[in-house]
């Protein structure tokens, strides 16, 4: 949670207001369907205690230091939701499994037609698989491990290309597909791109 507050994401304290409006919600309406997909404790009349339980422990701070523990399965595949998808559909286990067409493409081919089919939503969605790339370079270090995570628990691959060469490969032609195909999406006040503050 604190790896997603930094990224961008819902930070403790909003967290910890969703559980509070749950437990409320368990109490005055425990089938409401809105509350489907939020875990129970082991009796259904315990879970609102249990979900303010939560709530206070997340605002306390009260947390053992992350370097504790390693990353457990679970936290690693929340880092890689771009991943989850592609690589199992696009590198599964036969290699490019999207059409049969490309049963025998190369690794480079399997790359374009990944990034013609995301074309034109490209700038909202190949940024974060460049982002994706550096960090299962930064956090698995050999092959094997890399082999062991988005093979064996995410069902992906890497095509006939190792994952050390794989993952640097389609970073690099996801940022050359945005460079000749897309302008930046961002200007500065005064209307020129890429204007900095003076």
């Known amino acids: 949670m604190r790896t997603a507050e930094q990224d961008g994401g819902r930070n403790l304290r909003e967290i910890a207001a969703e559980l509070r409006v749950a437990a409320d919600l368990f109490e005055v309406r425990p089938d409401d369907e809105a509350l489907g997909r939020i875990p129970r404790a082991e009796t259904e009349d315990r ?18 230091s992350s370097g504790d ?11 890689f939701p771009r991943f989850a998808q592609i690589l199992p559909i696009y590198w599964g286990q036969d290699g490019v ?17 990944f990034i013609e089919e995301m074309h034109p939503r490209c700038p909202w969605q190949l940024p974060s698989v460049v982002a994706e790339c550096a960090q299962a370079l930064a956090l698995f270090h050999t092959e094997e491990q890399m082999d062991a995570f988005f093979c064996e628990v995410m069902g992906g691959g890497a095509g006939s290309e190792d994952f050390l060469d794989f993952f640097p490969l389609l970073a690099r032609y996801c940022v050359d597909h945005l460079k000749e195909s897309h302008s930046p999406l961002w200007t500065s006040r005064s209307g020129h791109p890429g204007g900095g503050v003076g």
Request: charged residues 30%; aromatic residues 4%.
């Open 69 to 79: 523990f390693p990353l457990g399965t679970d936290e690693l595949l929340l880092r």
């Open 97 to 113: 499994a999207i059409s049969d067409d490309m049963q025998d493409s190369t690794v480079e081919e399997g790359i374009l037609l």
């Open 47 to 64: 879970t609102p205690q249990v979900l303010r339980e939560i709530a206070g422990h997340l605002e306390s701070g009260d947390w053992r």
